[in-house]
Structures are given as C-alpha cells and as structure tokens.
T-cell receptor
Framework: EAQVTQNPRYLITVTGKKLTVTCSQN?????MSWYRQDPGLGLRQIYY???????DKGDVPEGYKVSRKEKRNFPLILESPSPNQTSLYFC???????????FGPGTRLTVL | RKEVEQDPGPFNVPEGATVAFNCTYS??????FFWYRQDCRKEPKLLMS???SGNEDGRFTAQLNRASQYISLLIRDSKLSDSATYLC???????????FGKGTRLSVIA
C-alpha cells in the first residue's frame, strides 16, 4: 500500500530532551516536507527536501533540523525541544512538481 | 497581506444545503490551485484541483478567478460526512512548495 508513515504518533517529552520523529514513504517521491499545525495558524512548513541531500528551510525552521540521506526517509530532529514546539506535525511527500502531496497520519508532540 | 486567506468559519449548515467557500491569494504568479480536505485530527487529503475553466466532481464545484485572485468551492446537497476543514492551496509552479490557507471549517447538521 502506498503510504507515508510517521513515528511516533504521540509523544510527550520534557524540555531539552533531544528527539527524532521519523518519516518514511514508499512511493519513490523526490519531494518531502515537514509541517506543523497549530490552532488558528494552519499548516506551516518547517523544512522541505527536493531530493536526496537537498534540504531547504520553510517558514518556521527555527529549533528544527532535518536530513535526507535516503530518498524514502526524512527525519525531523528537535535537538532541544521547548514547550512552544508542542504541536501536531505532518510529513508529506510528492513527485517533484506534482499537484498532490500525500500526508502522513501526523505526530502529536507535547513538550512539558 | 497573507499569501492565502480563507474565512475560518465555522459554517454550520443543515443537511441538503448548498454552501460555498472562497479563498483569495496574493501572488498573481500563482499557477496551480487545489482544495484539500482535513477531517478532525487527521491528515489533509487532496479533494480536487482547480482549473481555469472551472471543474466539477459530483456535488463539488471549484472555480478560479485569476483577475480577482480568488478560488471558490461549492458543495451542493451537503451530507453529514462533508463535515471537515477545507484547505485552499496555491502553488507557484515548478518545484516551489505548496502554500496552504488556514482552512474553513464546515459542520453539516442533521
């Protein structure tokens, strides 16, 4: 089944404890992206990647890192999480220039 | 001015009603336009693309007005299952990222 998977789906952590949210797609998509969604603010792009080893900042990259060592994986790293990073995170992928992005099921992160 | 603006709603309508959402975009160079649907606590999914000539998919009709830089979505004969948030999405073309509006929430009531 073609899909984007994220892990974990739910995470409660404490300030300063490094964490990684994994994202994997099995559709051979070049383009992958991370968004966060907060009430009243909609979806905001954190980072995106056009292909392996190519990453770019989105609208809200501060406090996040990403890597794209393989085509299928695009992990989101929070080196020192803070409470303002409590949010719902979505990973998405598509073919480059495609009209449709496929989203993962979301990761709900709470930073205490 | 925000790139993509939508009325957040909520729109509360009875079953069977016709409801329309509008969305405006600021960048006149935008090339591609879409409506995505997002159910509560779920991921967004593509509902339909929006073409210059307007397009219809069952009870859903999408229109694009490039001169006024707005996009609309019309839902006829609303069903309870149409209750969701509808996201207006714009793209400048090429390899540029999609730009999402904040969404319009629709509740269809029995």
């Amino acid at each position: 089944e073609a899909q984007v998977t994220q892990n974990p789906r739910y995470l409660i952590t404490v300030t300063g404890k490094k964490l990684t949210v994994t994202c994997s797609q099995n559709m051979n998509h070049e383009y992958m992206s991370w968004y966060r969604q907060d009430p009243g603010l909609g979806l905001r792009q954190i980072y995106y990647s056009m292909n392996v080893e190519v990453t770019d900042k989105g609208d809200v990259p501060e406090g996040y890192k990403v890597s794209r060592k393989e085509k299928r994986n695009f992990p989101l790293i929070l080196e020192s999480p803070s409470p303002n990073q409590t949010s719902l995170y979505f990973c998405a992928s598509s073919f480059r220039g495609a009209r449709e992005q496929f989203f993962g099921p979301g990761t709900r992160l709470t930073v205490l | 001015r925000k790139e993509v603006e939508q009325d957040p709603g909520p729109f509360n309508v009875p079953e069977g009603a016709t409801v329309a959402f509008n969305c405006t975009y600021s960048n006149s160079a935008s090339q591609s336009f879409f409506w995505y649907r997002q159910d509560c606590r779920k991921e967004p999914k593509l509902l339909m693309s929006v073409y210059s000539s307007g397009n219809e998919d069952g009870r859903f009709t999408a229109q694009l007005n490039r001169a006024s830089q707005y996009i609309s979505l019309l839902i006829r004969d609303s069903k309870l299952s149409d209750s969701a948030t509808y996201l207006c999405v714009v793209n400048m073309g090429g390899n540029t990222p999609l730009v999402f509006g904040k969404g319009t929430r629709l509740s269809v009531i029995a």
